[in-house]
């Protein structure tokens, strides 16, 4: 199946005088939804699962697309549904490995939802570019088509995207099971990036929950590496250097060897400045890739589209999670955007190199798809509207005085207030290790909670977030109000 480069969404870009020849990533989305092309190979028929026959399992392989001439991706999707009852018309796409030897196994909210509520499964092995077959070969190919077509279509957040299009393709194809009305995207990290980029392009999706994935800015950095502002690379270097020498008490040793490897596995998807230059690239085309990598998940520039058709968006994010930076321009231009902004909230990593608070392992992170289900597919609780914040700087007190209230009148039973002070800028590691501090809100009138910063010095800079959480007919949802960076006088 090839599929063949067709804007379906009006492209709001800020950075369009940056495209010079550069082109963002499109989807035919009637290719996409046809399910001829699919070629499915089954692995596993419908059978109950071992651990619970209430639930029916199918492994298959399908063809995601024809990526260029000759080079097809095929991936292995598992479906799952009720052992009895009708098709499934509530549906949730999310991700899993690569393993095509047995079903992939729900677990948490995902598997509370079909065992409890009926809704049905439908989970891709989508993974790095590198590990997809061929392997050693996917990745080389994709590079050398983007240098030489200057295509977005050929770069990981296109393919991811596609994945979750088709794994929902794959479920559609199964009448007698799945009949979709109503579809939640969700996944973490690159799974969020086809969280969204599925979520802009395929009108069958009805609400997405990206977790730690990208919103604004690119990435973990510039796609075109050797682009990084040189004061960011320095900062780095130094930030390693000390942490292999012991001098930073909060991170351990044992960071330097991760973060080095989180590196070279994040530069190897992408392309590099030599070979941009090799392939005849400009400034502006270099600057404009960085951009236009990333342009099929970057829901903001979508909104209205997405806002008429009626899709709900939730994004879970970690405050020190490079991978999402940007959360402060996230704030001053969409703070009616939901979110729930971990303060202190980390990407993934090993614990013995100080990720601590790995925001996509978070039992409040997975208990919030619950109720955004619940929510989106039952309407058996409320969506509450992120929090309106307002501060005041008392200076005889050295105090902030930060106050919240909420447009639709919810009042959460549990709120609290985080801070943390001269952060250092995103896309540095040292970011990833800031520490924050909170304080509980209390509530001072209808739907109004305030709480207190005790601030004894003056510090460079303060950021804050409030978290509430407001549990309704069974389930607690964990919202957050923007990032934000008040200015103390």
């Not at 994010?317 to 979110?339: A, M, Q, T, Y």
């Not at 305030?450 to 510090?459: D, H, R, V, Y």
């Not at 607690?476 to 923007?482: A, V």
Request: proline share 8%.
């Amino acid at each position: 199946m090839k599929l063949l480069p067709l804007l379906t969404l009006t492209f709001v870009c800020s950075f369009a005088p940056l495209r010079a020849e550069i082109t963002a990533g499109h989807y035919d989305m009637a290719a996409a939804r046809d399910t001829s092309s699919l070629e499915t190979r089954v692995i596993q028929d419908w059978k109950p699962w071992a651990k619970d026959a209430s639930i029916r399992q199918k492994l298959v392989e399908i063809t995601v697309c024809e990526w260029w001439p000759g080079q097809k991706v095929r991936l292995p999707v598992t479906l799952l549904a009720p052992t009895t009852g009708g098709p499934c018309q509530n549906v949730i796409i999310g991700n899993c490995g690569l393993d095509l030897t047995k079903p992939a196994s729900p677990s948490g909210a995902m598997l509370r939802l079909l065992k409890e509520k009926g809704v049905g499964i439908a989970l891709i092995g989508m993974t790095t570019v590198d590990a997809m077959e061929p392997v050693g070969k996917l990745d080389v190919g994709m590079k050398e088509h983007f240098l030489k077509s200057k295509d977005a279509r050929y770069t990981p957040a296109w393919i991811w995207g596609m994945s979750d299009i088709r794994a929902l393709t794959a479920a559609a194809a199964e009448k007698d099971v799945f009949q979709p009305v109503k579809v939640i995207a969700t996944g973490g990290s690159k799974r969020g990036v086809a969280t969204a980029a599925a979520g802009i392009a395929d009108e069958r999706i009805t609400a997405i929950l990206p977790v730690v994935a990208p919103i604004i800015d690119p990435p973990g950095g510039p796609y075109v590496e050797g682009t990084r502002p040189a004061e960011i690379t320095k900062a780095n270097e130094q930030f390693l250097a000390d942490t292999g020498a012991g001098k930073l008490p909060n991170v351990p040793t044992a960071a330097v060897d991760s973060l080095t490897n989180r590196e070279k596995i994040r530069a190897d998807e992408r392309i590099t400045l030599a070979e941009a230059r090799g392939a005849g690239w400009t400034d502006d085309e270099i600057k404009a890739a960085s951009t236009l990598a990333w342009e099929v998940c970057r829901t903001t520039n979508y909104l209205p589209a997405l806002q008429k058709r009626g899709v709900e968006i939730f994004y879970n994010e970690g405050s020190n999670d490079n991978v999402g930076p940007g959360l402060r321009e996230l704030g001053r231009r969409f703070p009616e955007l939901p979110v729930y902004v971990v303060p202190g909230g980390q990407h993934g990593g090993a614990k013995a190199a100080g990720f601590l608070k790995q925001v996509g392992s978070l039992p409040e992170v997975d208990e919030n798809l619950y109720a955004f289900a619940e929510h989106h597919f039952f309407h058996a609780r409320p969506m509450i509207a992120p929090p309106k914040v307002t501060s005041h700087w008392d200076n005889a007190a050295h105090r902030l005085q930060v106050t919240v209230t909420f447009p639709d009148k919810a009042e959460p039973q549990k709120n609290d207030l985080w801070w943390s002070v001269n952060r250092h800028p995103d896309y540095t590691l040292a970011m990833e290790y800031d520490a924050w501090e909170s304080a509980p809100m209390h509530q001072t009138g209808p739907a109004t909670f305030a709480g207190e910063i005790p601030l004894p010095g003056k510090p460079k800079t303060l950021d804050l977030i409030t978290v509430h959480q407001h549990t309704a007919n069974g389930s607690t949802l964990t919202m957050s109000s923007p990032l934000l960076r008040p200015e103390i006088p």
